[in-house]
C-alpha cells in the first residue's frame, strides 16, 4: 500500500509499504477514506518528539472501511468509521474510569519502559506517533490494523460526509475537553492561546459550554478572524500586549480560564521562548512553554488552568510561585476520545458544531509530503489539511 | 537491623543468590516485622551482593479466584512469560511440571518445579526440583485490590545460576535483566486477563515473527 512515511526532521515521503494483516482477535483492517494532518504530525515533523523511526508511518486522524475483522472483533465488513487516535482496551482500570488515553493495556509491554522512565508510569497506544506511545503505524496510508476495534472506532451514518465526521477522530474531542477541563461556568472569560484547529475547536466549545466572553490569542490574521467568526474577541500578540489586554478585557480581574492550545512550539520572541528554542535545538530537551507561562500570569487567583497542546519533557523558568499563590487548578492530557465520540457525532448531527469551517486544503495522499510542509510554512492560510488516498494527483 | 543479612550469608559467602535462601530468609524478616517498612521487598532502594531476587505488583481489573485459577495452571505460563516455549503438567495437583525455557543458540533448558505451597485464591509457590538446570524459586501473590479495582498480583522469583560454560550461557539468556522479564511478565499476563490478547504495534505477522526472533537471539 501507499503511506506517508517519516524519515528525519522536515523529511517525510510517501512510499510503497507492506499492507496491515489482523494480528490479535479484536483488530480490525479499515481502508482509509479520509485522514487529516495535525498540529502534533507537525511536532513530529520537526523532530521534537522523540522515538520516532525512519519508515515509521505517521497520521492519527482518519476514518474508512471496514474491511477485514479479527474472531473477536465486532465491526462488520462495509461499516463506516472514525478511529480515535487513542488505542483503549476498554476493560483496565483507567478505561473504566473513561480515562482512555491512559489505557494500561495498548502499549506493548516492551515499548512501556521508555515513557515510564520518563513519566513515572508508561503511557498509552497511539496511532502514527512515537515508539514511546507503541511505534503503531497510522492513518495516513491506505489501510490501516486498528487494534481493539471493539472498542474505538465509531460506526457514522450514511448521510454524514467525511468532512463533518473526520475530526472526531481527534481535535473535535481535543477541543472540546480542553473546554471542559476549564471548568467553564456561565459568567467566565476564558481565555485561548493558538487559534490551530485545536483552539479552534476549544473555542467554540467553550461558547457551546456558555461561557460569557471568550478570547482568542494568535498571530495570524486569518486563523484570528476564523476564531472572530465563531463568536470570539481577538488579540494578535504581534500587535499587542497579551497580558495587559487580558487584564483590561476581564475588567482589571484577569481571566477566569485559560487553554493552552499552542504546545511545545510555541512562537515568538520573548526572552524566554528564544532560550527555549536555542535548548529544543541544541536538545538538552527544553519544552518551549512561553504561552503556557503567559496563560498562567494571566489567569486570576483560583482560576483554572487547560492544557491540551502538547508537552514532551522539562521546561525551564516555570512560574511555579504564580501556580501556587494564585491557587490555580491545572489539567492536561491527550484526549479520551472514546468517552467524546458519541455524544459529540449527535452535536455534529443536530448543527451545535461546525466541523468543516476550518478545512483549508484537500490533498491527494500522493501530495502529502507537501500537505505537511505548508500546514508548517504557510500556517495562515493552511489551516487544516484532508488528505485522500483514491483522489487523483493535480498536475 | 542491616540488610546485609536479608540474602543470609551462605548467599554472600557465594557470591550469588540462593534464590531459595534468599526468599525464605525475607519472609521471615517480615513476619518478625522487621522489615524497615512496609513496601515490598524488591522495592528495597539498597540491593546488596548478588541479591538475584526480583519481582513486581500490578493491579489487574479481574476476580482474585479467577486470576488464582488461571496461574494454578501452569500450563497458562507459557502463554505470557516470554522466555518460556511450553510448560508440561505432570500432575495437576502437586503441581510437578517440567518448565521448557528458550535458552542461547535454540538450545531449550528444562526445569522440573513442584508447588511447595499454596493458599487457595491467595497464594502459590513453587521451586525447582533437584537435577534441574537452574535453581529457582518463585511465589506468586493475589490480593483482593480496593473497591472494583480488581486484585492486586505480587510476582517474586528467586535464581541461583548453574556454575560452569553452560551456566553463564543460561545466565545471560534466560536471566537476562530477571527484573525487567518479571515485570514484562506480569504486565503480559494483565494484558491477556484484562483484554484476552497482548498488544503488539506490529503491522504484519512477518513483524511479530522477526520480534520474536530479535527478542530470543
Ligand atoms: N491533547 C491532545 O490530545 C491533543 C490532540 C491534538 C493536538 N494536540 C496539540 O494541540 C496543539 C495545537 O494543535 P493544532 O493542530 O491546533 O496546531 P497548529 O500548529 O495548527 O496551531 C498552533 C497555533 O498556535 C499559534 N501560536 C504559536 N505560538 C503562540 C503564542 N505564543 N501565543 C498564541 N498563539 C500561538 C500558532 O500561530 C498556531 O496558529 C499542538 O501542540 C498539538 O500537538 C493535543
Ligand atoms: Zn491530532
Ligand atoms: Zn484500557
Known amino acids: ?96 474510569s473513561q480515562q482512555y488515553s491512559a489505557c494500561d493495556n495498548s502499549n506493548p509491554v516492551e515499548k512501556q519502559d521508555m515513557s515510564a522512565t520518563l513519566y513515572g508510569q508508561p503511557m498509552s497506544g497511539l496511532f502514527g506517533y512515537s515508539h514511546l506511545t507503541g511505534g503503531y503505524s497510522g492513518g495516513q496510508a491506505e489501510y490501516v ?251 | 537491623m542491616s540488610r546485609q543479612t536479608r540474602t543470609g550469608p551462605a548467599a554472600l559467602a557465594v557470591g550469588i543468590a540462593l534464590g531459595g535462601v534468599a526468599l525464605g530468609a525475607i519472609q521471615a524478616k517480615r513476619k518478625q516485622g522487621r522489615s524497615p517498612d512496609d513496601a515490598p521487598d524488591f522495592a528495597l532502594r539498597q540491593r546488596d551482593g548478588e541479591y538475584d531476587l526480583v519481582g513486581r505488583s500490578v493491579t489487574i481489573r479481574k476476580p482474585r479466584d479467577e486470576l488464582f485459577r488461571f496461574w494454578r495452571d501452569f500450563g497458562n505460563l507459557a502463554r505470557f512469560m516470554e522466555n518460556l516455549e511450553k510448560v508440561e503438567v505432570e500432575d495437576a495437583a502437586t503441581g510437578r511440571a517440567t518448565w521448557h525455557i528458550k535458552g542461547p543458540a535454540g538450545r531449550s533448558v528444562a526445569v522440573r518445579t513442584t508447588i511447595e505451597s499454596e493458599d487457595e485464591g491467595r497464594m502459590i509457590a513453587w521451586r525447582s526440583l533437584d537435577g534441574s538446570d537452574v535453581e529457582t524459586e518463585g511465589k506468586v501473590t493475589f490480593e483482593d485490590a480496593p473497591g472494583d479495582r480488581g486484585t492486586r498480583v505480587g510476582l517474586t522469583i528467586g535464581y541461583k545460576p548453574p556454575a560452569g560454560a553452560l551456566g553463564k550461557a543460561v545466565a545471560k539468556a534466560f536471566l537476562r535483566e530477571p527484573e525487567i522479564q518479571a515485570r514484562h511478565d506480569l504486565k503480559r499476563f494483565k494484558m491477556l486477563m484484562e483484554t484476552g490478547e497482548i498488544a503488539t504495534s506490529a503491522r504484519t505477522k512477518a513483524q511479530t515473527r522477526a520480534a520474536k526472533q530479535e527478542n530470543a537471539a
Open chain 1, 1 to 96: 500500500m501507499r503511506a506517508l512515511t517519516w524519515h528525519g526532521t522536515k523529511d517525510v515521503r510517501v512510499e510503497t509499504v507492506d499492507d496491515p494483516e489482523i494480528i490479535n482477535p479484536r483488530d480490525a483492517i479499515i481502508k482509509i477514506t479520509s485522514t487529516a494532518i495535525c498540529g502534533s504530525d507537525l511536532h513530529l515533523y520537526d523532530g521534537v518528539i522523540p522515538a520516532v523511526k525512519p519508515g515509521d508511518v505517521l497520521g492519527h486522524e482518519f476514518m474508512g472501511e471496514v474491511v477485514e475483522t479479527g474472531s473477536d472483533a465486532t465491526l462488520k465488513k462495509g461499516q463506516r468509521v472514525v478511529v480515535p487516535f487513542t488505542i483503549a482496551c476498554g476493560g483496565c482500570f483507567h478505561c473504566k
Open chain 1, 145 to 395: 490494523r486498528v487494534p481493539f476495534s471493539d472498542v474505538g472506532p465509531i460506526v457514522v451514518p450514511d448521510h454524514l460526509e467525511d468532512e463533518k465526521v473526520l475530526f472526531l477522530s481527534d481535535i473535535l474531542p481535543t477541543g472540546w475537553m480542553a473546554a471542559e477541563n476549564a471548568d467553564i461556568k456561565p459568567d467566565d472569560t476564558v481565555a485561548v492561546w493558538g487559534c490551530g484547529p485545536v483552539g479552534l475547536f476549544a473555542i467554540q466549545s467553550a461558547i457551546v459550554m456558555g461561557a460569557s466572553k471568550v478570547i482568542a490569542i494568535d498571530h495570524y490574521p486569518h486563523r484570528l478572524e476564523l476564531a472572530r467568526q465563531l463568536g470570539a474577541e481577538i488579540v494578535n500578540f504581534r500587535t499587542t500586549h497579551v497580558r495587559e489586554a487580558l487584564m483590561e478585557m476581564s475588567g482589571g480581574i484577569g481571566v477566569d480560564a485559560v487553554i493552552d492550545a499552542v504546545g511545545m512550539e510555541s512562537h515568538g520572541f520573548a526572552v524566554d521562548n528564544m532560550m527555549d528554542v536555542v535548548k529544543q535545538k541544541i536538545g538538552i530537551g527544553a519544552d518551549r512553554a512561553s504561552a503556557l507561562k503567559q496563560a498562567i500570569l494571566a489567569v486570576r487567583f483560583g482560576g483554572k488552568v487547560s492544557i491540551p497542546g502538547v508537552y514532551g519533557g522539562m521546561t525551564d523558568k516555570w512560574p511555579l510561585g504564580a501556580m501556587m499563590e494564585k491557587g490555580l487548578q491545572l489539567r492536561g492530557g491527550q484526549t479520551h476520545v472514546q468517552k467524546y465520540t458519541k455524544d459529540l457525532l449527535a452535536k455534529i448531527e443536530d448543527g451545535t458544531l461546525d466541523t468543516t469551517f476550518l478545512i483549508s486544503h484537500r490533498l491527494p495522499l500522493e501530495d502529502a509530503a507537501r500537505g505537511y510542509k505548508n500546514f508548517k510554512e504557510e500556517q495562515d492560510s493552511w489551516t487544516k489539511v484532508i488528505l485522500k488516498p483514491g483522489m487523483e494527483k493535480a498536475a
